[in-house]
């Protein structure tokens, strides 16, 4: 059960309802699951949907490796709505539904492009250890140069925080979608 009621637009605050209102008029169109509970804080959740709106929207990462980098997370955290609105993404942005199912499972997906590989070795490296060896930190440089790899962990950053924020607020998947991770 979320520990933040649903959100109440009629009851929203000045500041709320400009925050709610700059996040549906921009490109995810809709307020909910964390970006919802962020308007508890409305100058948090104005900046952080800034900045989401560039990790998921503008970064130099083509959506195929950008998505995978937030399953990594998403399965990290076991944060189920993010999966449930990642993993499809994913899949249409071009990452193998096996990979897809692989990581939802905590086991070592089957990525045949090097530089999926060398995005999925990075995340999973410095979200599970905190650090990033050097030869996972060469391998990922050399397929998305340095303005990626600073872009890949300023995505891996925003997604901690959305699984965070799912995990922390209990945010359900949404209604009659099943929970992708069967433990917290």
């Known amino acids: 059960m979320p520990r933040i009621p ?4 009629g009851a929203l605050s000045p500041a709320q309802r400009r925050a709610h209102d700059a996040i549906a008029a921009g490109p995810r169109g809709v307020v909910a699951g964390p970006l919802a509970v962020w308007l508890e804080s409305p100058e948090l959740a104005s900046r952080a949907q800034e900045l989401g709106a560039f990790c998921r929207y503008a970064s130099s ?9 937030i399953l990594v997370t998403a399965a990290h955290w076991k944060a189920g709505y993010e999966w449930h609105v990642h993993a ?26 090097p530089d999926e590989r060398a995005v999925h070795d990075f995340a999973r490296e410095l979200l599970g250890t905190r ?12 397929h998305l140069g340095q303005q990626g790899v600073v872009e890949l962990v300023g995505i891996l950053g925003y997604y901690a925080l959305i699984s965070m924020t799912i995990c922390a607020f209990e ?7 099943a929970e ?3 433990e917290p």
């Open 61 to 69: 990462l083509p959506g195929r490796l950008s998505e995978l980098a």
């Open 131 to 142: 650090r990033v060896s050097e030869e996972t930190y060469r391998r990922a440089l050399a």
């Open 180 to 182: 992708p991770f069967s």
């Open 171 to 177: 945010v359900p998947v949404p209604e009659g979608a």
């Open 6 to 9: 649903p959100l109440d637009v």
């Open 88 to 113: 499809p993404l994913a899949v249409a942005a071009g990452v193998a539904p096996a990979a897809v199912d692989a990581i939802r499972a905590g086991e070592d997906p089957p990525l045949e492009q």
